[in-house]
C-alpha cells in the first residue's frame, strides 16, 4: 500500500467525523493539507480575509448545528488572530477544532519566522491544547482532540501540527467511525438526587424553571417545556439563551440578566425554588450577587459539568447531568409521584408578569421619533421575523437592547457573545450559521463599531453566496462606553464618537444588496426585502446616538 503525508491523514479523520467546512486562511505550513482537499467533494474549504473570522464562523457553524465546526491556519499571526474567536467558542461551549501547521521541527525553540508558544496561549481557552510531532501520531493525538471537544461539556480545542510533519510520508491508517473512540450516549442523572429534586418540586409553591444553553446543547428543549406544561411551572432564560423554549409559550416569561426582562428578575426573586437546568447561573445572568436571586432560596442544579454546579450559589440539591437525560428522569419521577400542577395563583402571577412585559414591548412599536429610537427597530423585527430565524447579536449599545425585544421560536437560533463581550462577533457567526443551517434566514445586529471590525468578510459572504442579512444600527460611537461617560464622568467624552461610511455603499461596492432607512415605518418593509434580494445585504438604520442603555454598574440591587 503506497504510504501518504500527514496532511492526509488529518483529511481522513474529519471526514470521518462528517466534517462539512473547514474555515482559514491559506497559508505554506499546510499544503498539504490543502492538497489533500483539493479532489474532495464533502469537505469545503472556506478562504476568509481574516483569521478571526474563521473562527468566529466555525463557532456559529457549532452553536447551529452542534456539529464541530474546524479551522485551519497557519504558524504566527495566522494562529494569533484566531484566539478572540476560540475564546467565543470557549465561553459558548463549542466543539470548536483549531487545526494550526506549525514551524519545521527543526527550527523549533531558536526564535525563528513565525515562532510562538502557540499550546501555552491557545490552553486557556480551550479544553485542550496539543502539539502533534509524529506524523504517526496524527490519527491518535487528532481523535484525543475530537474526543474532548465533543465529550462532557463541548468546547474548542487546538491541535498545532508541524509543517514537517503534515508533509512526513506515512503508512495509512483504517478509518474507523467517532463511536469507536469517543462517547455517543448522554451521562444519565443519578436516581436519589432525581427523588430528591422530584421531593422538593412538589412541597414548593413557586417553583421557577431557569433554562440555560445546555438544555439546548442536550437537544432537551421539548422536555423543558413539557415540564413546563405538566406541572404549571413558570420560565425563564438565562442571559442570551432566549432560544431554549419557545417564547410564545405562555408559561414563558423573559430572559434573565443584565439586559434582559425586569419581569423575569421579578419572577426569579418570589420564586421559592429554582429549578436551574443547564445553566452556570453566571455573570451576566445573576451579577454573583443577590438581585435576581433571594438568599436562602433553595436551588435544584442541573449541569453536565459539576465544576459550575454551587459554584456562585449553594444548592439544594445538585444532579451532575445531561440535561435531557436529567429532564426525561425528572419528569418520570414526578408522574410516579403523581405530583400535581404548581399552585394557580403561582401561575396567574407569571401570566400576569408575561402579560405586563408584552405590552411594554407593543408599546414601543409606536415610537415614530427620528433619529430611530433602538426600541423601535427591534419591534420591527419581532413583526417581520419568520420564526425560524437565526439572529446573531453583537456587542455593543444598540444590539444590548435586543436581549429583551427578541422573539424565538426554535432552539439554536440566538448566537450572542456570552461572558466574551466580544465587538465584531456577529456578522461571521452568521455567516458560520448560514452553512450550517442554510435553509433558515440569517440576520447579524451590529451597531457599527462592532460591524466594521470584521466588515471585509462581505467579501467572503459575496465569493461563497453565503446569503446572511447584516443589520447596522449606526449612532456614530462606541454607545456602551459612552453611556459609561454619561453617567459617571459627567458627558465628558473621550475616544467615544466615530465617523462612518455609507454601509450600503460599502455592500454593493462588494457586490452584496445594500439598504438605507430613513423612517421608522420602513423598518419592516426594508428587512424583508434584503431577505429576497438573493444576495449577501446590508441595511443601515441610523439610529438616536442619544438612546443609549443603562450601563450596568448604575442599577443597584434590591436590598435583600
Known amino acids: 500500500m503506497n504510504d501518504i503525508a500527514g496532511g492526509r491523514l488529518v483529511v481522513d479523520l474529519l471526514r470521518a467525523e462528517r466534517v462539512r467546512y473547514i474555515f482559514g486562511i491559506v497559508g505554506s505550513t499546510f499544503l498539504d493539507v490543502l492538497d489533500a482537499l483539493y479532489d474532495e467533494r464533502e469537505v469545503e474549504y472556506i478562504n476568509v480575509r481574516h483569521e478571526q473570522a474563521a473562527a468566529f464562523m466555525a463557532d456559529g457553524f457549532a452553536r447551529v448545528t452542534?456539529?464541530?465546526?474546524?479551522c485551519l491556519v497557519t504558524s504566527g499571526p495566522g494562529a494569533t488572530n484566531l484566539l478572540t474567536g476560540v475564546a467565543a467558542a470557549h465561553v459558548g461551549h463549542s466543539p470548536v477544532v483549531t487545526l494550526v501547521g506549525g514551524i519545521e521541527r527543526a527550527h523549533q525553540g531558536k526564535d525563528a519566522f513565525q515562532e510562538f508558544d502557540l499550546v501555552a496561549m491557545f490552553r486557556p481557552v480551550t479544553k485542550l491544547a496539543v502539539q502533534v510531532q509524529q506524523a504517526e501520531r496524527i490519527p491518535e493525538i487528532l481523535r484525543t482532540a475530537l474526543r474532548t471537544a465533543m465529550s462532557g461539556r463541548r468546547g474548542p480545542v487546538f491541535v498545532e501540527i508541524p509543517r514537517d510533519v503534515l508533509s512526513e510520508r506515512v503508512s495509512p491508517v483504517p478509518v474507523v467511525a467517532p463511536a469507536a473512540y469517543?462517547?455517543?450516549?448522554?451521562?444519565p442523572p443519578n436516581a436519589d438526587a432525581i427523588r430528591e429534586a422530584a421531593s422538593l418540586l412538589r412541597q414548593a409553591q413557586r417553583p421557577l424553571l431557569l433554562v440555560g444553553g445546555g438544555v439546548s446543547w442536550a437537544d432537551a428543549n421539548d422536555l423543558v417545556v413539557r415540564l413546563s406544561e405538566q406541572y404549571a411551572l413558570p420560565t425563564i432564560t438565562a442571559y442570551g439563551?432566549?432560544?431554549?423554549?419557545?417564547?410564545?409559550?405562555?408559561?414563558?416569561?423573559?430572559?434573565?440578566?443584565?439586559?434582559?426582562?425586569?419581569?423575569?428578575?421579578?419572577?426569579?426573586?418570589?420564586?421559592?425554588?429554582?429549578?436551574?437546568?443547564?445553566?452556570?447561573?453566571?455573570?451576566?445572568?445573576?451579577?454573583?450577587?443577590?438581585?435576581?436571586?433571594?438568599?436562602?432560596?433553595?436551588?435544584?442544579q442541573i449541569n453536565i459539568d459539576g465544576r459550575d454546579i454551587g459554584r456562585y450559589y449553594p444548592v439544594a440539591v445538585s444532579i451532575l447531568a445531561d440535561?435531557?437525560?436529567?429532564?426525561?428522569?425528572?419528569?418520570?419521577?414526578?408522574?410516579?409521584?403523581?405530583?400535581?400542577?404548581?399552585?394557580?395563583?403561582?401561575?396567574?402571577?407569571?401570566e400576569a408578569l408575561r402579560a405586563q412585559r408584552q405590552k411594554r414591548l407593543a408599546a414601543e412599536a409606536s415610537l415614530n421619533a427620528t433619529p430611530i429610537k433602538p426600541q423601535r427597530v427591534y419591534a420591527e423585527l419581532r413583526r417581520v421575523l419568520p420564526p425560524e430565524t437565526i439572529v446573531a447579536l453583537d456587542a455593543g449599545a444598540a444590539p444590548a437592547y435586543g436581549y429583551d425585544r427578541l422573539q424565538f421560536s426554535q432552539a439554536r437560533t440566538f448566537l450572542t457573545p456570552?461572558?466574551?463581550?466580544?465587538?465584531?462577533?456577529?456578522?461571521?457567526?452568521?455567516?458560520?450559521?448560514?452553512?450550517?443551517?442554510?435553509?433558515?434566514?440569517?440576520?447579524?445586529?451590529?451597531?457599527?463599531?462592532?460591524?466594521?471590525m470584521n466588515a471585509q468578510e462581505i467579501e467572503t459572504a459575496v465569493r461563497h453566496r453565503i446569503n446572511v442579512v447584516t443589520l447596522v444600527m449606526n449612532n456614530n460611537c462606541w454607545g456602551s462606553e459612552k453611556a459609561y461617560q454619561r453617567q459617571f464622568f459627567g458627558g465628558r467624552y473621550i475616544g467615544c464618537d466615530l465617523g462612518n461610511p455609507r454601509f450600503d455603499e460599502f455592500a454593493r461596492l462588494f457586490g452584496a444588496a445594500g439598504y438605507y432607512v430613513e423612517h421608522p415605518d420602513q423598518i419592516g418593509d426594508t428587512i424583508q426585502a434584503a431577505f429576497a434580494a438573493g444576495t449577501p445585504a446590508i441595511v443601515e438604520i441610523p439610529i438616536d446616538p442619544d438612546e443609549l442603555p443603562v450601563p450596568v454598574a448604575a442599577i443597584r440591587p434590591p436590598p435583600a
Open 66 to 70: 452542534g456539529e464541530l465546526g474546524v
Open 182 to 187: 469517543r462517547p455517543t450516549h448522554p451521562q
Open 241 to 300: 439563551r432566549n432560544d431554549a423554549v419557545p417564547n410564545t409559550h405562555p408559561l414563558y416569561i423573559g430572559p434573565l440578566g443584565r439586559a434582559g426582562s425586569p419581569e423575569a428578575a421579578a419572577a426569579c426573586r418570589r420564586a421559592d425554588l429554582i429549578l436551574a437546568i443547564g445553566s452556570r447561573l453566571a455573570h451576566f445572568t445573576t451579577h454573583f450577587d443577590h438581585r435576581y436571586i433571594v438568599p436562602g432560596t433553595p436551588i435544584v
Open 323 to 350: 440535561a435531557r437525560e436529567a429532564c426525561q428522569a425528572l419528569l418520570d419521577a414526578l408522574a410516579a409521584a403523581d405530583a400535581r400542577p404548581a399552585q394557580p395563583e403561582w401561575r396567574r402571577e407569571a
Open 418 to 452: 456570552l461572558d466574551l463581550g466580544g465587538l465584531g462577533f456577529a456578522f461571521p457567526e452568521a455567516l458560520g450559521a448560514k452553512l450550517g443551517r442554510p435553509e433558515a434566514p440569517v440576520l447579524a445586529i451590529h451597531g457599527d463599531g462592532g460591524f466594521l
